[in-house]
């Protein structure tokens, strides 16, 4: 077994500077214990606007990119200029990933209306992270402390789901779900479940076609690599079956599958976690509420949520 330090080294990038991330961290490191280094990529004068003095807390850096146009700053405003300001804030992150400061990341979120604004082409932070890391297989795991699910399509209108589907996307998610299940999470044998498209998994063609011609098909072909696979499931079913814990995770077809079960049942400890990467990457489960950014009344528990995983998947991902 490889040597691995006890404490694991943990960015935190603060998203959009007038979206709820800088209030998370600040509240988010009154609750958290000294369980690892932790390394803010941020503008400082935008923590010191919601903390009303500089962030001190025992093991925890602050990088200040100074990078926040004061004259005009507002909390809660979409502008391109802030948008700007989080993509430096993730490339700096990326930089110190690849020179090993910093074993693990954790993002606020960000406003891709405002990077896009900022002529900086952004669908997400997944996308980002894959393109500027090279990954090209790569999976979108959301959950919270009942639901693990992975998405095979990710933001497309579900009037394109189904086109969007093949064989290959669909083996390609279970076989990184089920490989990373393994490596970051430390369960030997994962046991997942694969939602259909259809209503009641197409009653057999019934309804719909993408069953037998797509998903089983891919399915077949991982049982014999991977073992503990089953599917195609009705997602209701699927989805009540991992919560009652007879499967360790579900891979499911469009984006609303997973979503809605997670926030129902746990929205304040929901965090996304992007497999494939050569690093771990958390964030929170929810977007940059600008609606009550400047209110000061945001839920810090799934930024919380999202930096423990970040430890506990970035010390398992050394012992491999």
Not at 16 to 22: L, M, Q, T, Y
Not at 59 to 65: C, E, N
Request: hydrophobic letters at 40%; aromatic letters at 6%.
């Amino acid at each position: 077994m490889a040597k691995y330090p006890d404490k694991i080294k943990v960015g935190i990038t603060m998203g959009d500077p007038a979206g709820v991330g800088p209030q998370i961290i600040a509240k988010a490191f009154k609750r958290l214990t000294n369980s690892a280094e932790f390394v803010i990529i941020a503008d400082a004068w935008v923590l010191e606007k919601v903390t009303g003095h500089r962030s001190h807390v025992s093991g925890l850096k602050v990088i200040d990119l100074n990078n926040v146009n004061q004259k005009n700053f507002q909390f809660g405003k979409v502008r391109a200029e802030n948008g700007r300001s989080s993509i430096e804030y993730l490339d700096k992150a990326l930089d110190l990933i690849q020179v090993g400061k910093i074993d693990c990341l954790v993002t606020c979120p960000v406003s891709k209306e405002a990077v896009n604004l900022a002529g900086i082409s952004f669908s997400g932070h997944t996308e980002y992270l894959a393109q500027h890391t090279g990954t090209e297989d790569f999976v979108m795991m959301l959950l919270n402390r009942k639901l693990k699910i992975s998405l095979v399509t990710r933001h497309i209108p579900i009037s394109s789901v189904s086109g969007q589907l093949t064989k290959e996307k669909i083996y390609k998610t279970t076989y990184i779900t089920h490989q990373s299940l393994r490596k970051i999470f430390s369960i030997k044998n994962p046991r997942i479940v694969v939602t259909a498209l259809n209503p009641h998994a197409s009653d057999n063609g019934l309804i719909g076609d993408e069953e037998n011609r797509i998903i089983r098909p891919a399915l077949n072909k991982l049982k014999h690599l991977t073992g503990y696979i089953h599917g195609p499931i009705s997602a209701d079913a699927a989805i009540l079956k991992a919560a009652e814990k007879k499967y360790d995770c579900v891979v499911a077809m469009y984006h609303d599958q997973a979503l809605i079960a997670l926030k129902l049942s746990g929205i304040f400890h929901g965090v996304n976690i992007t497999l494939g990467l050569p690093f771990v990457r958390t964030s929170p489960l929810h977007g940059t509420a600008f609606d009550i950014a400047k209110t000061n009344s945001a839920d810090p528990c799934a930024l919380i949520e999202a930096i423990k995983l970040a430890i506990k998947c970035a010390r398992n991902l050394k012992r491999v």
